[in-house]
């Protein structure tokens, strides 16, 4: 089944002589429970796509479809919404709340959401991060790959449609970095989960099932 739809996505910012065109009349569709790479070098245009994905920013021209709805359709607020239940997002530098011990920040979008936490989902996917002795520290207390950790228990807490991973493993150490991706693929293989993970190490990519090319806002190949 089909869980998203991009239609010739563009993407363009400022005009005449400062005029740059970041994303160009992209088009794909990812299936439900894929793992979809998406490669190109620095100023390709990969997190423009990403955040057009995401809903962070409009496009010049085109549709996102997620899940049949037309996300830049949406007025600010129904956006936010959808956001905060449907899509998961994963950053290179967590964006964890200092304050927040573990659980707090994975239940974060929960408590926004005036929703009540259920603890046996709860303790699962505690059990699925590893992070089940860890739940009262706060981020300061943890390493890279355990913060890490905690946003991607964020992301994941709402079975959102999509999970949308920006770099994930590109602050962490080649032993983090492996422990990183193996959960993705994890979460992705137990949970059904969809995912969309932005990368420049080709190495990580291989662990998707299918690898996209960004090269100057266009797709320059599937594999």
Known sequence: ???LKVENL???YGKDS???VALDNVSFS????EF????GASGSGKSTLLHLIGGVDKPTR???FIDGLDIHEFDDDKLAIFRRRQIGLIYQFYNLI???NVEENITLPLALDNRKVDKETL???LKLLGLQNRLNHLPNELSGGEQQRTSIGRALITNPALILADEPTGNLDTKATDEIVALLKKSNKELNQTIIMITHNLEIAKYADRIIKIEDGKIASEV
Do not use: F
């Open 36 to 39: 979809v790479a998406i490669v």
């Open 10 to 12: 563009t993407k363009i």
């Open 30 to 33: 990812v299936e439900k429970g």
């Open 18 to 20: 400062t005029k740059v």
């Open 123 to 125: 303790n699962n996917m």
């Open 98 to 100: 200092p304050i927040l």
């Open 62 to 64: 085109g549709k996102v």
């Open 1 to 3: 089944m089909e869980i």
